[in-house]
């Protein structure tokens, strides 16, 4: 008999169907249909970070792009490819920019570890660290400047997401859409609102400064 290591996801998958139509009989056929959701989120692929669980919404209701430590970068083509899609066809509302405390990429990025292929990507981070370095360096605990560099790193990548052509193109159309920072805790699993919400060009600047400085007000908190 051939070892069949997957087997028990196919049969939570089974099980799962099940119980998605037993709870709501037309469920994935409406699904078929359409997908409206009003949200992206741009997180870490972590995968300690399910996105759709973390904030209760369905199949449907999310549309999701995650990489290593949630980066932004305008050349990246799956991204904005995503991005794209989100805004100009799905006609998202809110987009969410989530980072994580504890992120493993973060803090190689920080730590300026050697990892391969991996340490081209992390460089965006390491942008992120350089630009806030008189900050960092003055925060003693190491796991604390960790997670300082995952809120600053969320806020540096809303300001990325709000320069792309994409969302400056909805913006000058009058599109309804808003750029918004957060940041989940893995030992609560709680989100913290990191009070950068952008819903236009002009605002950009002074949500982003604003956030920063009421970062540098106040202690990381575990
Ligand atoms: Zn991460």
């Not at 300026?112 to 981070?125: A, T």
């Not at 600053?152 to 599109?175: D, F, H, P, R, Y």
């Amino acid at each position: 008999m051939t070892n069949r290591p997957l087997q028990p996801l196919i049969d939570q998958n089974r099980a799962w169907s099940e119980a998605r139509r037993q709870e709501d009989p037309e469920f994935f056929s409406r699904l078929v249909s359409q997908q409206e959701p009003e949200y992206l989120w741009i997180g870490c692929a972590d995968s300690r970070v399910p996105a759709n669980e973390i904030v209760g919404l369905m199949p449907g209701e999310l549309f999701v792009h995650r990489n290593v430590a949630n980066v932004v970068v305008q050349t990246d083509l799956n991204c904005l490819s995503v991005l794209q899609y989100a805004v100009e066809v799905l006609k998202v509302k809110h987009i969410l920019v989530v980072g994580h405390y504890g992120c493993g990429g973060v803090q190689a990025a920080l730590e300026r570890r050697k990892l391969g292929l991996i340490d081209n990507w992390l460089r965006h981070v390491q942008s992120v660290a350089d630009k806030h370095q008189e900050h960092l360096n003055e925060i003693e605990d190491d796991k604390d400047r960790v997670d300082r560099l995952c809120e600053l790193n969320v806020i540096e990548q809303v300001v990325n997401v709000c320069k792309t052509t994409v969302v400056e193109n909805a913006w000058a159309s009058g599109q309804q859409l808003t750029v918004n920072g957060w940041t989940y805790r893995l030992n609560n699993g709680l989100v913290r609102d990191l009070q950068i919400s952008v819903d236009d060009s002009s605002s950009l600047t002074t949500s982003h400064e604003g956030a920063v400085s009421r970062l540098h007000q106040r202690p990381v908190t575990r």
